[in-house]
């Protein structure tokens, strides 16, 4: 596989460590400790969280998270829990995003995102499962129903970055600019008020709004972010060739919701349902309705 693009922290010792004690002081809000496992793949190390990994007979889902972001941010508040059930749980820390993974990524734009991917579950022992991606991660998906899709059950995509370009609009230009040019608590909590939720029908509690204050100003600081962002498939989309399944808030200022669901119909053959959440920003992957939602459809489908 070529690596196309190089990601890295400025000081690796330092920022790791930083990281690693970020996710212990996540670990003791949440009261549970997340499984570690280390992968090789054709993109170097690959880090995923693991709960319930230990009980096989339980159904999986496989998570990939949106960019500038960690898997982990799914579990905020305990988030997970509103699946309604147990289930063997992977988070997976793509490549290239600010997270324990090396950050070798290839061309967003070919299909090497998705052999990365089915490389993933196949070191994990996966031969079929769920899976679910935020923004960046429903690439990652619909990449993987290209390459592998006797591999997914059911994919499901919340607010994805692959049905539609990121939008232009000078109110979503600014919000996510302003945190990148003047990284500061006040700018990073400005942007995560205006574009990734909708206080106060959709947000975290105080101590978790901290530890993505603090995620997100940590990796605005210090990552060297040189991975390449989503994009519209388009005509790839209808290679795709497994159930899927679209949950979208209408607030999305990246991805305005009516242009993702519209493109979704054209271009997704097994679409199965549209589920659109009313004042859910884009960080949708913290919205507790939206985990039942999910752990509700596994449970109709299993």
Not at 253 to 261: A, D, G, R, T, V
Request: charged letters at 25%; aromatic letters at 12%.
């Amino acid at each position: 596989m070529e690596i196309n693009k190089r990601s890295f922290f400025k000081d690796p010792e330092k920022d790791l460590q930083w990281f690693n004690q970020w996710v212990a002081e996540l670990e003791k809000s949440n009261n549970r400790q997340y499984q570690r496992l280390e992968l090789s793949t054709s993109l170097g190390k690959t880090q995923v969280w693991g709960l319930n990994l230990e009980k096989p007979d339980l159904e999986t889902l496989v998570i990939f998270p949106g960019a500038r972001t960690t898997a982990l941010f799914w579990d905020f508040d305990q988030g997970l829990d509103h699946l309604g059930q147990a289930m063997r749980i992977y988070l997976v820390e793509t490549n290239g995003l600010p997270n324990l993974s090396d950050g070798n990524t290839p061309d967003i734009k070919g299909l090497d995102y998705g052999k990365w991917a089915a490389e993933v579950l196949n070191a994990l022992n996966i031969e079929r499962s769920y899976v679910a991606g935020a923004s960046f991660g429903g690439l990652i998906c619909m990449k993987l129903g290209i390459v592998a899709p006797e591999k997914i059950k059911a994919a499901f995509l919340l607010n994805p970055g692959c049905l539609q370009a990121f939008s232009l609009s000078f109110k979503n230009l600014y919000f996510n600019l302003l945190p990148i040019l003047s990284p500061s608590r006040k700018n990073v909590s400005k942007f995560l008020d205006k574009a990734v939720f909708c206080k106060p029908t959709h947000q975290l509690s105080p101590s978790s709004e901290k530890y993505i204050i603090d995620y997100e100003l940590f990796a605005l600081t210090r990552y060297q972010d040189n991975t390449q962002k989503p994009y519209y498939m388009d005509e790839q989309l209808e290679q795709v060739k497994v159930a899927t399944y679209l949950l979208e808030g209408d607030r999305d200022l990246l991805f305005p919701f009516e242009k993702s669901i519209s493109n979704a119909q054209a271009k997704l053959s097994e679409l199965k349902e549209v589920k659109v959440f009313p004042n859910v920003g884009h960080g949708i992957e913290t919205y507790s309705a939206a985990i039942k939602y999910i752990g509700e459809t596994i449970k109709l489908l299993t």
